[in-house]
């Protein structure tokens, strides 16, 4: 009991992680129409950030706060200065994210010197309920998680900024024809999003250490994600990264590492091909 109550809260906290990592792609993919090559490597810039601010004597509690608003200052940077100019060739886009990534990829190689390293979670140790332990800091990103996707579906759904997303999202040329500035939009959203991708590498490099290509271990696996939750709508990548977190934190608890790696892959690939709209009625695909 005691093992299986703990592989199910392993993959609660991995599918949190996914959960936001895939939330911030899925964002841009829907508003600019894009895939973010890079987005992984802000996964990276988060973990880093928290490393090199704690390393400075900065608490990791306070470390793992300041790293997503760095990483925003640097994803806003390069929207302004590469992205947006990309918005409508999708295929350059992807190239000139993908040559973005290799870029941050090798200079964090370079900073780390090619180097593990730890990052200490601010909770360490664990409680106990009915006679079964469960990490504190595992607890802390699934609840980090849900208040963090909780306030987006808000920000999202039930704003003015809200409605000016989905408005620029739906029609951006009607949008810019009602006074909507979409340039304003699109440079907000994609900082969000790699804010997003950025709180993912504070909260899990406690877990996975901090390494030159951690971001390689979830861009795969986010990129499947939002192709099967659909892209157009905010439950969409939820609903994929679940599925997508699920299965890749499960798997290998059952069947061998890399046989899981595999059926996780054909998994996806039957579900996108019976579901072509994505799981979530309304979404699209990119």
Same mark, same amino acid.
């Given at each position: 009991?005691?093992?299986?109550?703990?592989?199910?809260?392993?993959?609660?906290?991995?599918?949190?992680?996914?959960?936001?990592?895939?939330?911030?792609?899925?964002?841009?993919?829907?508003?600019?129409?894009?895939?973010?090559?890079?987005?992984?490597?802000?996964?990276?810039?988060?973990?880093?950030?928290?490393?090199?601010?704690?390393?400075?004597?900065?608490?990791?509690?306070?470390?793992?706060?300041?790293?997503?608003?760095?990483?925003?200052?640097?994803?806003?940077?390069?929207?302004?200065?590469?992205?947006?100019?990309?918005?409508?060739?999708?295929?350059?886009?992807?190239?000139?994210?993908?040559?973005?990534?290799?870029?941050? +990829?090798?200079?964090?190689?370079? /900073?780390?010197?090619?180097?593990?390293?730890?990052?200490?979670?601010?909770?360490?140790?664990?409680?106990?309920?009915?006679?079964?332990?469960?990490?504190?800091?595992?607890?802390?990103?699934?609840?980090?998680?849900?208040?963090?996707?909780?306030?987006?579906?808000?920000?999202?759904?039930?704003?003015?900024?809200?409605? +000016?997303?989905?408005?620029?999202?739906?029609?951006?040329?009607?949008?810019?024809?009602?006074?909507?500035?979409?340039?304003?939009?699109?440079?907000?959203?994609?900082?969000?999003?790699?804010?997003?991708?950025?709180?993912?590498?504070?909260?899990?490099?406690?877990?996975?250490?901090?390494?030159?290509?951690?971001?390689?271990?979830?861009?795969?696996?986010?990129?499947?994600?939002?192709? /099967?939750?659909?892209?157009?709508?905010?439950?969409?990548?939820?609903?994929?990264?679940?599925?997508?977190?699920?299965?890749?934190?499960?798997?290998?608890?059952?069947?061998?590492?890399?046989?899981?790696?595999?059926?996780?892959?054909?998994?996806?690939?039957?579900?996108?091909?019976?579901?072509?709209?994505?799981?979530? +009625?309304?979404?699209?695909?990119?």
């Amino acid at each position: 009991m005691d093992t299986a109550v703990n592989a199910t809260f392993e993959v609660l906290s991995f599918s949190a992680i996914m959960v936001l990592v895939v939330v911030g792609l899925g964002i841009v993919a829907s508003m600019m129409g894009i895939f973010n090559f890079a987005h992984g490597e802000f996964v990276l810039l988060g973990a880093y950030f928290t490393y090199l601010f704690h390393n400075h004597g900065v608490p990791v509690g306070l470390a793992m706060a300041l790293a997503p608003l760095a990483v925003a200052v640097i994803g806003l940077f390069v929207e302004r200065t590469v992205i947006r100019w990309f918005y409508a060739r999708p295929l350059i886009a992807m190239l000139g994210t993908y040559a973005l990534a290799v870029v941050i +990829r090798e200079t964090v190689r370079g /900073l780390l010197s090619g180097l593990y390293h730890n990052v200490p979670a601010p909770l360490s140790g664990s409680f106990v309920v009915a006679g079964i332990a469960f990490a504190q800091w595992r607890v802390a990103i699934i609840v980090i998680t849900i208040l963090v996707i909780a306030a987006s579906g808000a920000l999202l759904t039930m704003t003015s900024f809200g409605l +000016r997303v989905r408005a620029s999202l739906e029609n951006p040329a009607l949008a810019r024809a009602s006074g909507i500035s979409t340039g304003a939009i699109y440079a907000t959203t994609f900082t969000f999003g790699v804010a997003l991708a950025g709180l993912a590498g504070a909260l899990v490099v406690p877990i996975f250490s901090l390494f030159a290509d951690l971001g390689l271990r979830f861009l795969i696996q986010a990129f499947l994600a939002v192709m /099967l939750g659909g892209v157009g709508t905010f439950a969409g990548p939820l609903v994929g990264a679940g599925v997508i977190g699920t299965l890749t934190s499960a798997l290998p608890w059952i069947i061998p590492p890399v046989i899981a790696d595999v059926t996780v892959y054909l998994v996806a690939i039957a579900l996108m091909k019976a579901l072509p709209s994505g799981i979530v +009625r309304g979404g699209r695909r990119a």
